[in-house]
């Protein structure tokens, strides 16, 4: 099944612990990006990748970091995870953004 | 730069009614466009996309959206309104196909259904 998986989807952690959430596609997608999603703001996108080893930031990157080693994978870093953080994440894939994403089922994330 | 707004965060209609959620768009070039509806506790799902073909675009489940590029608008249609469409629906453009193009999302619109 053509789906695009993250891990976990709940976690609660606290104030300055490092994390990752995982994010993994099946459909050798090029396009990768990492949304925030918070009450009355919609989708906000922190960073995207457009290929193995080329990423770039979204409209709220700060504190958040990522990687692309591997096509398939994009995890999201939090090096120093703070409250503001606490949100729903949602990773998502494209072959090109006029497709359309496919998006994982979310992670919900309090920093406490 | 492109940008959306959808009018409405909060649509109630009664389960056979029409459903009229409102989206308009700003963009420097051609758009592309999309409807996404999010179930509670669920990712969001691709409901339909306008891609520069018919200007009336059919998706899943019965909704259909009409790109009028004279109104910037791309406005989410339902002739019935079932009770199983009760959901959070975002409106989102993209400017180009390219894998180095961004998709902005608007602040989506909560579609509840009266009984």
């Known amino acids: 099944e053509a789906q695009v998986t993250q891990n976990p989807r709940y976690l609660i952690t606290v104030t300055g612990k490092k994390l990752t959430v995982t994010c993994s596609q099946n459909m050798n997608h090029e396009y990768m990006s990492w949304y925030r999603q918070d009450p009355g703001l919609g989708l906000r996108q922190i960073y995207y990748s457009m290929n193995v080893e080329v990423t770039d930031k979204g409209d709220v990157p700060e504190g958040y970091k990522v990687s692309r080693k591997e096509k398939r994978n994009f995890p999201l870093i939090l090096e120093s995870p703070s409250p503001n953080q606490t949100s729903l994440y949602f990773c998502a894939s494209s072959f090109g953004t006029g497709d359309g994403y496919t998006f994982g089922s979310g992670t919900r994330l309090t920093v406490v | ?115």
């Open chain 2, 1 to 115: 730069a492109q940008s959306v707004t959808q009018l409405g965060s909060h649509v109630s209609v009664s389960e056979g009614a029409l459903v009229l959620l409102r989206c308009n768009y700003s963009s420097s070039v051609p758009p592309y466009l999309f409807w996404y509806v999010q179930y509670p506790n669920q990712g969001l799902q691709l409901l339909l996309k306008y891609t520069s073909a018919a200007t009336l675009v059919k998706g899943i489940n019965g909704f259909e959206a009409e790109f009028k590029k004279s109104e910037t608008s791309f406005h989410l249609t339902k002739p019935s309104a079932h009770m199983s469409d009760a959901a959070e629906y975002f409106c989102a453009v993209s400017g180009s196909y390219s894998s180095a193009s961004k998709i902005i999302f608007g602040s989506g619109t909560r579609l509840s259904i009266r009984p």
